[in-house]
């Protein structure tokens, strides 16, 4: 498609449930990053992805999330036992990739997913 | 490791006065910068980007921003402003190499609009 889609548009969990968070990135695009807003203002990267391959995942808290990038699937964000900390909105973004002068490397996001852990 | 300092939490301007948002950023290298906008319960939306060249970048709604190397800066300017430009504005470095993609974002900059 021509934007990036994400679901659910909220999503609420007990504390220690599951949430998974789903992401489809621009038709052709074959980076997508998640990142996490929290506080309403700070964004922190979580990892990103090469087609389905993990290209950085730095920014990931690995004890309770995961994700995967799978062929013909959207991709993924899973928070396995959520905490509250762990309430904010997850945006993912997608770009065609690195470029000789960057112009294939802007972001698009998506809309978010916004998470409420109780 | 690139940082953003976006100064003005909040900046209030009257509908068709000129706006001016300050970024400064860190990044040892020639950066990748960009302008978002975010409004209320929204995804953000491209402004516009610096890659190379023409200092002076244009972008959609009227808005342009000047990259300055000697101050690091990349301030986000619109002659005119309307109140549908309320929102919240976020400059961002990116980075190459094996960083590629891993945008930094600043604190975010609350632009209210006064008829």
């Known amino acids: 498609g021509e934007e990036v889609a994400q679901t659910p548009k909220h999503l609420v969990r007990g504390e220690g449930q599951k949430a998974k968070l789903y992401c489809a990135p621009i038709?052709?695009?074959?980076?997508v990053f998640w990142y996490q807003q929290v506080l309403k203002n700070e964004f922190k990267f979580l990892i990103s992805?090469?087609?389905?391959?993990?290209?950085?995942e730095t920014g990931m808290p690995k004890e309770r999330f995961s994700a995967k990038c799978l062929p013909n699937s959207p991709c993924s964000l899973e928070i396995q036992a959520t905490k509250l900390e762990d309430s904010a909105v997850y945006f993912c973004?997608?770009?065609?990739?690195?470029?000789?002068?960057?112009?294939?490397?802007?972001?698009?996001f998506g809309p978010g997913t916004r998470l409420l852990v109780l | 490791a690139q940082s953003v300092t976006q100064p003005d939490i909040h900046i209030t301007v009257s509908e068709g006065a000129s706006l001016e948002l300050r970024c400064n950023y860190s990044?040892?290298?020639?950066?990748?910068l960009f302008w978002y906008v975010q409004s209320p319960g929204q995804g953000l939306q491209l402004l516009l980007k610096?890659?190379?060249?023409?200092?002076l970048v244009q972008g959609i709604k009227g808005f342009e921003a000047e990259f300055k190397r000697s101050q690091s800066s990349f301030n986000l300017r619109k002659p005119s402003v309307h109140w549908s430009d309320a929102a919240e504005y976020f400059c961002?470095?990116?980075?190459?190499?094996?960083?590629?993609?891993?945008?930094?974002f600043g604190q975010g900059t609350i632009l209210t609009v006064h008829p």
């Open positions: 610096y890659f190379s060249g023409d200092t």
């Open positions: 990044y040892g290298a020639t950066p990748y």
């Open positions: 961002a470095v990116g980075a190459g190499g094996t960083s590629y993609g891993k945008l930094t």
């Open positions: 038709k052709g695009h074959s980076y």
């Open positions: 992805f090469q087609n389905e391959n993990v290209f950085d």
């Open positions: 973004a997608s770009s065609q990739g690195p470029s000789t002068g960057g112009h294939r490397e802007t972001q698009y």
